[in-house]
C-alpha cells in the first residue's frame, strides 16, 4: 500500500501492527476518515533510493483476501494512513 506520509512509514519495521485510516475531502470541504483494516502485520517496508514525488511511501501489508479488497478499493479514492497499535 502507498501510505501518504513516508516519514511515518520509515519508522515501521516488519512485525509491527497498524491500523489503516482512509482519509478523503468531500465536496463540501469537509475531512473524513475511516479505519480500513486494524491491527494488520507490516510485512516488509521497501526501501527505496529516491523519495516519491509525492511524500508517500510503500508498505507491504499482510492481510486476507477481503482485507486486501478493502484497502485497494480505499487507496483508489482516498489518501491513506497508518497508526501503529
Known amino acids: 500500500m502507498r501510505i501518504a506520509d513516508g516519514a511515518t512509514v520509515r519508522l515501521l519495521r516488519p512485525g ?5 485510516i482512509a ?10 476518515a475511516r479505519v480500513v ?3 494488520v ?13 509525492d511524500g508517500g511511501a510503500l508498505v507491504v501489508l499482510s492481510v486476507p483476501r477481503a482485507t ?5 478499493g480505499a487507496a ?3 489518501r491513506l494512513a497508518v497508526i501503529l497499535c
Open 16 to 20: 509491527d501492527r497498524v491500523d489503516v
Open 41 to 53: 502485520r507490516v510485512a516488509d517496508v521497501p526501501r527505496t533510493p529516491e523519495p516519491s514525488p
Open 68 to 72: 486486501a479488497t478493502a484497502l485497494a
Open 23 to 32: 482519509a478523503g475531502v468531500s465536496p463540501s470541504g469537509d475531512g473524513d
Open 76 to 78: 483508489a479514492g482516498s
Open 37 to 39: 483494516a486494524s491491527g
